[in-house]
């Protein structure tokens, strides 16, 4: 269910660490799923994409690992950077032809 | 550059006051969507459209309402606007959902007081 109020999840990381950030999504029957970013007054922006039939997507500094089983979804950043400091959401498909959306994390890169 | 435009940027009204926020594509995409975003929650679909001349409720529909007369333009309307409608109001489009990923606007500020 939602949470109403709550403050958004932080991860705080040290500027050249990895990060991970992790999503549990509802749906079982959800086929395609996406990381978006959003960064302070801005809209949200497409990071990476997976489909159901994948485990792992890599793009440039950051991968996507799916784990169906346990319905589970992760981003990876390899050397957080300052600019990676925003608000992440994971987004899933459930076949009902809208997207829905995780509650996002907030990172935090220390420098 | 191509993308989704959203109008006005910011806007104040009091309790009661109408207003409209104009969302344009220019991307040809047949889906268009908007969603609210409060203070530590995800994004909520509002109302959204598969295309021209026809929408559909989302999530929290309630106190909105929208058009979709050409398939560029995705017009959300408060009819009295009430301090819980005190958001920002983000539209997105795409192509085939579930396909591709949506686009966003870069979001209105509304604050109703």
């Known amino acids: 269910g939602e949470s109403v109020g709550l403050h958004l999840p932080t991860l705080s990381v040290q500027e050249g660490d990895n990060s991970i950030i992790n999503c549990a999504y509802s749906?079982?029957?959800?086929?395609?799923f996406i990381w978006y970013k959003q960064e302070s007054g801005k809209g949200p922006q497409f990071i990476i994409d997976i489909r159901s039939n994948m485990d792992k997507r890599q793009g440039q500094r950051v991968t996507v690992l799916l784990n169906k089983t346990v319905k589970h979804l992760s981003l990876q950043i390899a050397a957080t950077q300052p600019g990676d400091s925003a608000v992440y959401f994971c987004a899933e498909n459930n076949q009902g032809g809208k997207l829905i959306f995780g509650q996002g994390t907030e990172l935090s890169v220390k420098p | 550059n191509a993308g989704v435009t959203q109008t006005p940027k910011f806007r104040v009204l009091k309790t009661g006051q109408s207003m409209t926020l104009l969302c344009a594509q220019d991307?040809?995409?047949?889906?268009m969507y908007w969603y609210r975003q409060d203070p530590g929650m995800g994004l909520r679909l509002i109302h959204y459209s598969v295309g021209e001349g026809t929408t559909a409720k989302g999530e929290v529909p309630d106190g909105y309402n929208v058009s979709r007369l050409k398939k560029q333009n995705f017009l959300l309307g408060l009819e009295s606007a009430a301090p819980s409608q005190t958001s920002v109001y983000f539209c997105?489009?795409?192509?085939?959902?579930?396909?591709?990923?949506?686009?966003f606007g870069s979001g209105t500020r509304l604050t109703v007081v």
């Open positions: 749906n079982s029957a959800s086929d395609y």
């Open positions: 997105a489009s795409s192509y085939v959902p579930g396909t591709y990923g949506y686009t």
């Open positions: 991307m040809n995409h047949e889906y």
